[in-house]
């Protein structure tokens, strides 16, 4: 991090993490037609996998799993071996071995369903399905013979392809992660749809100190929630802090925390928090023991803001401008990160949690000239080192949340 911002009055450093699932939605709705015929192939997404579209398309799934027809049904193949055809698209666009198979998503002991997840995983070219499947053109010139899948030939098919098949154990567990993974993001049904899009995309191979970013942000956002939400409860005409911390600040944690979800399995994977699980699946953002985290710097953090924030109204928008443009700075350094990481879905994950953070900054600095403070935020200056006006931020960025 940024050893300035990590040394000033609002030093965010080693934050721990604390985030919440967000909870599922009902995975055995079943398929509704849809106008759009497009969607993706998934366990992870399978690239390279044929289809054939009733209006005589025919072509292979991109890198994050894609297809897309004019007219239903859609065959999906590796070469000759038809894995099934689906003639509606689910809500969520996408297509699991549960949809081919034709049974309810939380279907994992279906032994088709299994054996295709194992076979389908078995045939990636890097035999890492966490970062997508790639189906080789070797593997699918090797079916030449017109048959549908059958969990009775996996064997068969595994010689035919040349391959050795994966524990079933493994195929299965990574199974039930992506379908709840998947899930899990298109519950939160108030993101961006270029942020859902992000989060539904292969695994990036993402280096430490990205991986560190994840519960960096994660904290931050939470702890902006968290001051904004205090500071309401203080000041309950200045609006904006409701509407920033219900509106925006939650959707920010809600994004990070599946951003740590697609990523971390384990509190080991981050070298600056000192917690020993991810506690945070199994707790909502609105049931979190809000001004209370598990390591003094944050917690000093929260009572600082707090304190300050709560001498008067205007006090309590100055902090705001503080962590807004702290927010900016950090982000500003974690987006180069993730950009050296080639890691697109973490990019554009903390390129809408800035955006917010511009539209915020100057939601306070109206706020504080609408009380005669005619420099706004830049009444602030400069403190510690960081200059707390700052006029080139963007505005109005949509969405503004």
Partial sequence: MNKILLNSILSISTLTLLLSGCGGSDTTAPLNALSATSGQLVDSYLENVDYSCADGKNSVTDVNGSFSCTKLPVTFKLGALSFGEIDSIAPDGQVFPQDLVGVSRSDINNSEVLAMANFMQSCDEDRNSSNGIKISAIIKNRFTAQETFNSLDILSYATDANITLLPETESTEHLVQ??????????????????????????????????????FMGNEERLAYDVYNYLYSLYPTLNQLNNIATKSEINHIKSVQLLVKK??????????????????????????????????????????????????????????????????LDLDEEISLANASN?????????????????????????????????????????DGINFCQPEFPQNIQPKI
């Fill in 178 to 215: 992506t379908t709840s993974y998947v899930d899990d993001v298109n519950s939160v049904t108030t993101l961006p749809a270029d942020i859902t899009a992000a989060l539904l995309t292969p695994n990036s191979m993402i280096d430490q100190e990205t991986k560190n970013t994840l519960s």
């Fill in 263 to 328: 990523y971390i399995s384990s509190y080991t994977e981050f070298t600056n928090t000192d917690l020993a699980e991810l506690s945070y699946k199994d707790v909502a953002v609105e049931d979190m023991n809000a001004g209370t985290y598990d390591i003094q710097h944050i917690q000093d953090l929260y009572d600082l803001l707090t304190l300050e924030g709560a001498v008067s109204e205007e006090e309590a928008l100055k902090v705001g401008c503080k962590i807004e443009v702290i927010d900016v």
């Fill in 343 to 383: 890691a697109d879905d973490v990019v554009t994950v903390f390129e809408y949690l800035r955006d917010g953070s511009y539209n915020h900054y100057w939601a306070f600095d109206k706020g504080l000239k609408n009380r005669g403070i005619e420099d706004g935020c830049c009444s602030l200056g400069v403190i």
